[in-house]
């Protein structure tokens, strides 16, 4: 289709995620959206199926499928649904596959089957009120006291905030010492101490997720709870990133395929001064350039996908994707709606949920001016400091 071939094994699970797309999601998404509840029965049918357990290896009861696999499987759904897109980021990549990756075998042997199965749902807790963009200013605090830990602090927008039985939590050892202080625990849903709500305000997009601020009241967590070593914890949370990022752009992915769907369905049908309002030239041009922008957000995507199912180094191409697949999505959200006209303007489609939906997808995981400096950081380097 676009010079890349797919095996039999990534068309089998882009089909199986296209198909609980269809089936199981797109049917509840608009309600789930406009009640801004978390769809839980559907995510219990993809649980059914193995899709909570999708990166993570056999061994620990995951479908063991790799990048590819679940980039795939992220466009799929971010084409019927963002908000359960936006969970399963989290859950699968931000959560799930940074402890296959950073965390230890007794911590993987506790929480990895339960992860995989959809027992628990996982949650990953970095931003605060005052850092953002800047995560090494966080003021969370993690204090040393016989046998582990006692966390005190906030976080806000947590997705899947409310119903997580697992949170992986930055929290820092002394603040004075930025990115170098933090430090990643593991912490129950049940921990005595941990308070969550719904964030105040209504949300733009993503409706269906859960977002929830986080108070930490003298949290206690064990030795064992603290993933990777005291004060490596930036590293444990850049390298959630790095999953996450791919499947965000792997979402976006899906709003342009959902945005071209409906344009194309739309243009053939609907006429206008005697004519499909396909054959006017100026709705052409923008069908045209819509398909280009799939496309290419599709193709950097997948070459990042493949990448990291070789292993290769990839910060660059997988900012890039993310950067141009999310901006491109809110670009084509927004021009579809101008397209479908007033159908565009209501929940008669999907396409004004695409657009609330698209802002929030170029925010998260490093706004698009992060992945510029991220990506020129990679081209140019860093100045040499002398002397
Ligand atoms: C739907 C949704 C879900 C989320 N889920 C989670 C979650 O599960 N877990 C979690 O920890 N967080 C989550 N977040 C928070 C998200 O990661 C942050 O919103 C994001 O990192 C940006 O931080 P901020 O909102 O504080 O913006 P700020 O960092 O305050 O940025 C404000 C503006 O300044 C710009 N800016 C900042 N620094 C620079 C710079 N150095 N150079 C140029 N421009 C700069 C930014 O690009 C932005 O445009 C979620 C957010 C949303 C909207």
Not at 135 to 152: F, K, L, Y
Not at 221 to 241: H, P, Q, T
Not at 281 to 308: G, H, K, N, P, Y
Request: hydrophobic fraction near 40%.
């Amino acid at each position: 289709m676009n010079g890349f071939d797919l095996s039999p094994a990534e068309v089998e699970a882009r089909d199986l995620a296209r198909r609980l797309a269809e089936d199981v999601l797109r049917p509840v998404a608009r309600a789930a959206d406009e009640e801004r509840r978390f769809p839980a029965d559907a995510v219990r049918e993809l649980a059914r199926h193995g899709l909570l357990g999708m990166g993570l290896p056999t061994e620990h009861g995951g479908l063991g499928w790799d990048a590819m696999q679940t980039t795939l499987a992220f466009e799929e759904l971010g084409r019927a649904d963002q908000s359960v897109r936006g969970f399963l980021t989290v859950h699968c990549s931000l959560v799930s596959q940074c402890l296959a990756g950073a965390a230890s075998g007794e911590q993987k042997r506790e929480w990895l089957p339960r992860l995989a199965s959809g027992e628990v749902f996982g949650a990953y807790a970095l931003t605060e009120r005052e850092a953002g963009s800047d995560a090494g200013a966080i003021s969370t605090r993690a204090v040393r006291e016989a046998g582990g830990w006692r966390i005190h602090g906030e976080k806000v927008w947590i997705t899947n905030g409310l119903s997580a039985g697992l949170f992986l939590v930055m929290a820092t050892v002394d603040p004075a010492l930025r990115h170098k202080g933090v430090t990643a625990f593991l912490v129950r849903g049940d921990a005595p101490g941990l308070r969550r709500e719904r964030i105040p305000h209504v949300e733009l997009g993503h409706r269906a997720s859960e977002h929830a601020v986080l108070t930490f009241d003298g949290v206690q967590v064990r030795e064992s709870d603290v993933v990777g070593e005291v004060g490596k914890g930036f590293a444990v949370a850049m390298g959630g990133l790095d999953h996450g990022r791919l499947g965000v752009a792997a979402g976006a992915v899906g709003t342009l395929q959902a945005c071209l769907d409906a344009v194309t369905s739309f243009a053939r049908t609907r006429r206008q001064f005697g004519k499909r309002i396909a054959d006017f030239q100026m709705v052409q041009e923008r069908v045209a350039d819509l398909s280009c922008d799939t496309d290419a957000a599709r193709l950097l995507t997948w070459r990042a996908a493949r990448m990291a199912v070789r292993g290769e180094p990839r910060t660059r191409e997988v900012s890039q994707a993310k950067l141009f697949a999310t901006e491109a999505a809110c670009r084509w959200a927004s021009e579809s709606v101008l397209l479908l006209g007033s159908r565009g303007c209501s929940n008669e489609t999907d396409v004004e949920r695409h657009l609330r939906d698209a802002q929030a997808l170029r925010v998260y995981e490093g706004t698009s001016l992060i992945q510029r400096i991220v990506i020129a950081r990679e081209i140019l380097g860093r100045e040499e400091k002398h002397g």
